[in-house]
T-cell receptor
Framework: DAGITQSPRHKVTETGTPVTLRCHQT?????MYWYRQDPGHGLRLIHYSYGVKDTDKGEVSDGYSVSRSKTEDFLLTLESATSSQTSVYFC???????????FGEGSRLTVL | AQSVTQLGSHVSVSEGALVLLRCNYSSSVPPYLFWYVQYPNQGLQLLLKYTSAATLVKGINGFEAEFKKSETSFHLTKPSAHMSDAAEYFCAVREGGATNKLIFGTGTLLAVQP
């Protein structure tokens, strides 16, 4: 158990509304990641963080923003949700070294 | 840039048969390679990893993978499939640099027939 908690686990929202997903970790890991999973695409990196207030974009960052004001929390925000952002979102952390990721249980977002 | 290709989005085997899931990678640096498994409605769990030590890597649940540099492959195998192996499997390569980002393949859904 990597001590990762995602919330909410399920959310249904309407197009144009803001949505924030939260990832909480209990082990003070420096690196945190947000991926989205879609059929036929595997997992794609949205944003990642390498420390408090240090974040960078991944390959599918358009329409998303992130914040990390403290080590344990990494927030993913959709400022104005669109149907194309319907997906399952996974948070992950890594133990520095070999770079293996440990994943949370996922947050399923449906945008109507 | 690093990338991963998984051949076969769906693989079906009979219980007791050999499981072979294919993964080819592209990397400009010596790669770190990973296989993850995802059971329905769950997160991803690490099966095994290659980090430039032994080329034959053993993982959990009887799975193993062999790193073949000449073929740029890292195929996942299990000698005898079990019903509980039905899941989606993802191959991943670590992107170079200090960020530890992983690049994932598109996944292979394994079905095990009785």
């Amino acid at each position: 158990d990597a001590g990762i908690t995602q919330s909410p686990r399920h959310k249904v929202t309407e197009t144009g509304t803001p949505v924030t997903l939260r990832c909480h970790q209990t082990e003070n890991h420096r690196y945190m990641y947000w991926y989205r999973q879609d059929p036929g695409h595997g997992l794609r990196l949205i944003h990642y963080s390498y420390g408090v207030k240090d974040t960078d974009k991944g390959e599918v960052s358009d329409g998303y923003s992130v914040s990390r004001s403290k080590t344990e929390d990494f927030l993913l925000t959709l400022e104005s949700a669109t149907s194309s952002q319907t997906s399952v979102y996974f948070c992950a952390i890594t133990t520095e070294g070999t770079g293996e990721l440990f994943f949370g249980e996922g947050s399923r977002l449906t945008v109507l | 840039a690093q990338s991963v290709t998984q051949l076969g989005s769906h693989v079906s085997v009979s219980e007791g048969a050999l499981v072979l899931l294919r993964c080819n990678y592209s990397s400009s640096v010596p790669p770190y390679l990973f296989w993850y498994v995802q059971y329905p409605n769950q997160g991803l769990q690490l099966l095994l990893k290659y980090t430039s030590a032994a080329t034959l890597v053993k993982g959990i649940n009887g799975f193993e993978a062999e790193f073949k540099k000449s073929e740029t492959s890292f195929h996942l195998t299990k000698p005898s499939a079990h019903m509980s192996d039905a899941a989606e499997y993802f191959c991943a390569v670590r992107e170079g640099g200090a960020t530890n980002k992983l690049i994932f393949g598109t996944g292979t859904l394994l079905a095990v027939q009785p």
